[in-house]
């Protein structure tokens, strides 16, 4: 989860009209640490409470979408948090950059886990407006629209790019989390798509590559004698005894 989430928010920022929002909001620069605590349990809430939870943190997200409109003072372009585009760009993101980390420090999904886990992601997506008309249908054909957008000339970096890197590298995180954070950090700018590289200052050699992946495997091959606890995370526990008690 926080591995995907932080590479996920660097792409996200890279799309300037999703940081006219963000922007609009001020939500990277207020108490950035709590507000994206916050953005984490609506995500929790939606992939794994109840369906009424999930619609409740679904209403509460799309409330505030509702008001986050306006003329990008970057690009001159017009932004709408509820615009199909950017929806999807930041559902998108999220989707890649789980199964990113999910391949490497679990196990590695098979092409019908892939096509299962899109296809539930979908129903996710839909809670937050995005109409499943405007989502590519398969996991494959939503690679190749991340990269699409990736190779657009649409990215650029902002303001708000900016900041989201320095709450990424630098972020007011729990004392309990810094050791880990800087590890996340690193492999959350490590990962990124090679066209963010120059956007987020990225100097990547063969060492951090190799450093990345030693430590990946690692958390690959300890994980499963870890406890429950560290291999997953709360939501997901109380899903599992929600459903095993209700079958």
């Excluded at 017009?78 to 999220?94: E, I, S, T």
């Excluded at 000339?153 to 630098?170: K, Y």
């Excluded at 990124?192 to 091959?221: C, I, S």
Aim: charged share 25%; glycine share 6%; net charge negative.
């Amino acid at each position: 989860m926080l591995f995907g989430g932080a590479r996920a928010l660097l792409m996200h920022a890279a799309h300037p009209l999703v940081s006219a929002g963000a922007r609009q909001t001020a939500m990277y620069q207020r108490d950035p640490w709590a507000r994206l605590i916050r953005t984490l349990s609506l995500q929790n809430a939606v992939t794994f409470g109840t369906r009424d939870e999930a619609q409740q943190a679904a209403d509460r997200i799309n409330k505030l979408h509702k008001i986050i409109k306006g003329d990008d003072e970057v690009t001159g372009d017009y932004y709408d948090a509820l615009a199909p585009d950017l929806l999807l760009w930041v559902h998108a993101c999220l989707e890649v950059s789980s199964v990113w980390f999910f391949n490497r420090t679990v196990r590695r999904l098979q092409p019908d886990e892939l096509e299962q886990y899109h296809q539930e992601s979908m129903i996710a997506a839909e809670l937050v407006l995005l109409d499943r008309a405007d989502m590519p249908p398969t996991y494959g054909d939503l690679e190749d629209y991340v990269e699409g957008v990736l190779n657009s000339g649409d990215l650029a970096r902002t303001d708000v790019s900016d900041n989201v890197a320095d709450l990424i590298r630098t972020g007011p995180v729990p004392a309990a989390l810094k050791p880990l954070w800087q590890f996340i950090s690193f492999a959350a700018f490590g990962t990124l798509p090679a066209q963010l590289h120059g956007m987020y200052d990225v100097e990547w050699t063969q060492a951090k590559q190799r450093l990345l992946d030693f430590n990946l495997r690692f958390l690959n091959e300890v994980r499963p004698w870890l406890p429950e606890r560290f291999r997953w995370i709360g939501p997901a526990r109380w899903a599992g005894d929600r459903l095993s008690r209700s079958s």
